[in-house]
Nanobody, 121 residues
Framework: QVQLVESGGGLVQPGGSLRLSCAAS????????MGWYRQAPGKQRELVAA???????NYADSVKGRFTISRDNAKNTVYLQMNSLKPEDTAGYYC???????????????WGQGTQVTVSS
């Protein structure tokens, strides 16, 4: 079995910073892309940032210049450093990873349980 466990969410004032972490564990042969999505109440889930195994990154326009995604392949962990947070960043943040398991041929999408980020004064 494969699990993604997020941490680092919480309540922060506008202009503040948070760092999210997501660790993958289990019968993992290789992790390809990893990413962060978010979903606010009444809205669709949207991609925030993604990173390939080689380190190429992709960001939503709304977070460019404020958020930074990174990963530690040795620890099967992806991070999201969020700076200059705004109230509109308030959402549940979900980790996603494209993973090939040991003995498997195909890759599958796995999701974490989500961590809440609330930006409010």
């Amino acid at each position: 079995q494969v699990q993604l466990v997020e941490s680092g969410g919480g309540l922060v004032q506008p202009g503040g910073s948070l760092r999210l972490s997501c660790a993958a564990s289990g019968s993992i042969f290789r992790i390809y892309s990893m990413g962060w999505y978010r979903q606010a109440p009444g809205k669709q889930r949207e991609l925030v940032a993604a990173i390939t195994s080689g380190g190429s990154t992709n960001y939503a326009d709304s977070v460019k210049g404020r958020f930074t995604i990174s990963r530690d392949n040795a620890k099967n962990t992806v991070y999201l450093q969020m700076n200059s947070l705004k109230p509109e960043d308030t959402a549940g943040y979900y980790c996603n990873a494209d993973i090939q398991k040991y003995g498997g041929t195909w890759t599958y999408d796995y999701w974490g349980q989500g961590t809440q980020v609330t930006v409010s004064s």
